[in-house]
C-alpha cells in the first residue's frame, strides 16, 4: 500500500512539474481523438438522422449493420487498417502506417458507427414528434435532417461524448496502426501499457490520472450544458 | 405589416371569387384501410371555398383520420381527392396548413417557430419579416417572441400553432379538435383566432366534438359514423334536426352501435 502511494505521489509530481514529455502525449492523444471523433459526427450524425428519419427499403438491415458495428473489436479494425495502410496493401502508397493520420482513421472507423447509431436513434424518437408537422408544411429531406440534427443537439452532445469516450481510452487498433513510436505516434493509452509492461508505474499511472481526469472533465461540461439546455426548456 | 395581411386577403378573395363555383377540396370514393379493418369506407365529399366546415361525430368515427387524408398526411387506400378541380399536388399541398390537437413546437423560441416554418415555405426577406410580425401580434406573443416554444402554456403553445399555420397564408386551415384540452379563455381566444382567418378568406375545415363550438364556428357540418358520412348539411339543421339515427344518437348521448357496418371491420 505505501509503495501504491509512493508512485501515486511521484505520478502527481509529474503532472504538476509539467513533464515535457507527458505533455506532449496528452496533446498528441487529444489531437488524435478530437480530429477522430468530429470527423465522426460529420459523417455519423446526417447518416444516423437519416435513418432515424426517413423510411426507405432495407432501413431495418441498415439499423441493424450500425447496431451491429458499435460493437466493432479494436483490434480487428486495427488488423484491417494496418493491411490497407502497408506497403503491399490499396493505400500503401500513400505511406500513412505508424502516422497519427492512421491512427485518426482506425478511430473514425470505430467512432462513427456509435455515433450514428444513437444519432438514429434519437433523431427517430424526436421525428415521432415533429413528423406530421414536417409534412404538413412540406419539410424537404435536407431541410428535415437538419432541423432535427438541430432539435436534438443537446441530446447529440451526449452521443458525441459517447464516440469521444471510446476514442480517448481505444489501445487496441492505434497500437497496431500507430506502432507507438516514441515522439511521433505515443499516445497515452499507448504508453500506459508499454510502461506498465517496463515497470515504470509513475508514468503509466500519471498518464492513468491525466486520462480519467479529462473524462471527468468533458463529461461533468456536457452534463452542465445539457441541465442548462433543459432548464431553458431546449433540450 | 397591415399592408401585406390586406394585399393577401385582396388575392384570396380574389381567387375565391373567381373559382366559386368550383369546390376548393372534393374527395371521391375516399377509403383507407389498415389491414383488415376499414376505417374510412367510400367517403365522398365537398369543401366550398370560403365556408366554415365542421366535422363531427363519435370516438372512433374517423374524423381526424379524415382530416389527414384531405390534408394529403395520409395516401388514401381508394379513392381520389381533388383540389380545385385538378390534381392534388404539391402545390395544393402548400395553399393548405393544419393545426394539430396537442400542438407540435419545435424545439426553439417562439420566433424561430414561426421563422422555421416560414422559410421552409419559401418566404425570404421583408415578407417573411413582416409575416413574422403579424403572427406574433395576431397569437399577442409579442413579449415571448424570444422564449422557448415548450415553456408557453397550452393555450399559448395552441395560439402560436394557429398563428404558425396563418402566417403560411393558407388557402384551408384545417384544424384537428385544437381546443379539446383548453379552458374556455383559451378556447375562445382559439376561435377568436379561427373566426378572424376566415374573414381574411381562409376556408376552415374544424374536427370538433363540442357542439356549442360547431354553432359557434360551422356553416357546413359532416357527421362522421364508423368511418363513414352519416350526414351532411348546414350546421343549424344537423344540429337542430338531424335526420340520422347515428347523429341523433350523438346529440342526445346515446350510444349508437350499427350492427351492420360493426360487422366489416
Known amino acids: 500500500m505505501d509503495s501504491f502511494w509512493a508512485i501515486f505521489s511521484e505520478a502527481l509530481a509529474l503532472i504538476v512539474a509539467g513533464d515535457a514529455d507527458l505533455i506532449e ?124 440534427l438541430w432539435d436534438a443537439r443537446y441530446s447529440l452532445l451526449t452521443v458525441a461524448l459517447a464516440g469521444f469516450g471510446r476514442a480517448v481510452a481505444e489501445v487496441g487498433a492505434v497500437i497496431i496502426v500507430g506502432g507507438n513510436i516514441n515522439h511521433v505516434t505515443r499516445v497515452m493509452t499507448t504508453t500506459i501499457a508499454l510502461e506498465t509492461s517496463k515497470g515504470n508505474l509513475q508514468l503509466a499511472l500519471a498518464l492513468g490520472v491525466v486520462l480519467l481526469s479529462i473524462a471527468i472533465v468533458v463529461n461533468a461540461g456536457v452534463m452542465a450544458l445539457r441541465a442548462s439546455a433543459v432548464r431553458s426548456a431546449y433540450a | ?91 395544393a399541398r402548400r395553399a393548405q396548413a393544419m393545426v394539430f390537437q396537442r400542438p407540435v413546437m419545435l424545439r426553439r423560441s417562439v420566433l424561430a417557430n414561426l421563422r422555421f416554418a416560414l422559410k421552409v415555405r419559401g418566404v425570404r426577406g421583408a415578407d417573411r419579416l413582416a409575416r413574422e410580425r403579424e403572427a406574433l401580434e395576431r397569437a399577442r406573443l409579442g413579449d415571448l417572441a424570444h422564449s422557448p416554444s415548450r415553456v408557453l402554456s397550452g393555450g399559448e403553445q395552441q395560439r402560436l400553432a394557429v398563428a404558425r399555420a396563418l402566417a403560411c397564408a393558407p388557402d384551408v386551415l384545417f384544424l384537428d379538435e385544437p381546443t379539446s384540452s383548453l379552458d374556455p379563455a383559451s378556447t375562445y381566444a382559439i376561435e377568436k383566432l379561427i373566426m378572424e382567418a376566415h374573414s381574411e378568406g381562409v376556408t376552415i375545415v374544424l374536427v370538433t366534438h363540442d357542439v356549442g363550438q360547431a354553432r359557434r364556428l360551422g356553416d357546413d357540418i359532416i357527421f362522421m359514423h364508423g368511418g363513414h358520412v352519416a350526414e351532411t348539411g348546414t350546421a343549424a339543421r344537423v344540429l337542430d334536426a338531424p335526420r340520422s339515427e347515428a347523429a341523433r344518437a350523438w346529440l342526445e348521448g346515446r350510444l349508437f352501435l350499427d350492427p351492420s357496418r360493426q360487422k366489416k371491420v
Open chain 2, 1 to 91: 405589416m397591415r399592408e401585406v395581411a390586406i394585399d393577401r386577403s385582396a388575392v384570396t378573395a380574389a381567387a375565391r371569387a373567381e373559382t366559386a363555383d368550383v369546390p376548393l377540396l372534393a374527395a371521391e370514393g375516399l377509403s383507407f384501410h389498415a389491414g383488415e379493418k376499414r376505417l374510412i369506407e367510400d367517403v365522398s365529399l365537398m369543401i366550398r371555398p370560403g365556408r366554415r366546415t365542421v366535422i363531427m361525430g363519435a370516438n372512433g368515427a374517423g374524423k381526424s383520420l379524415l382530416l389527414r387524408l384531405l390534408h394529403g398526411l395520409i395516401r388514401p387506400s381508394e379513392g381520389t381527392i381533388v383540389w380545385r378541380g385538378g390534381p392534388f399536388d404539391r402545390d
Open chain 1, 25 to 148: 502525449i496528452i496533446g498528441l492523444s487529444l489531437r488524435i481523438t478530437l480530429t477522430a471523433v468530429a470527423i465522426a459526427c460529420l459523417i455519423g450524425l446526417p447518416l444516423g438522422a437519416m435513418v432515424g428519419a426517413f423510411r426507405f427499403p432495407g432501413r431495418t438491415v441498415a439499423t441493424v449493420i450500425l447496431n451491429s458495428l458499435m460493437g466493432l473489436p479494436p483490434v480487428v479494425v486495427g488488423l484491417i487498417v494496418y493491411l490497407a495502410l502497408s506497403a503491399s496493401g490499396p493505400f500503401g502508397p500513400l505511406s500513412l502506417l505508424y502516422t497519427p493520420t492512421a491512427m485518426v482513421i482506425a478511430q473514425t472507423i470505430l467512432v462513427t458507427p456509435i455515433v450514428a447509431a444513437l444519432t438514429k436513434q434519437v433523431v427517430e424518437d424526436l421525428h415521432l414528434e415533429y413528423s406530421e408537422q414536417f409534412a404538413s408544411l412540406g419539410v424537404g429531406p435536407l431541410d428535415r435532417v437538419s432541423a432535427l
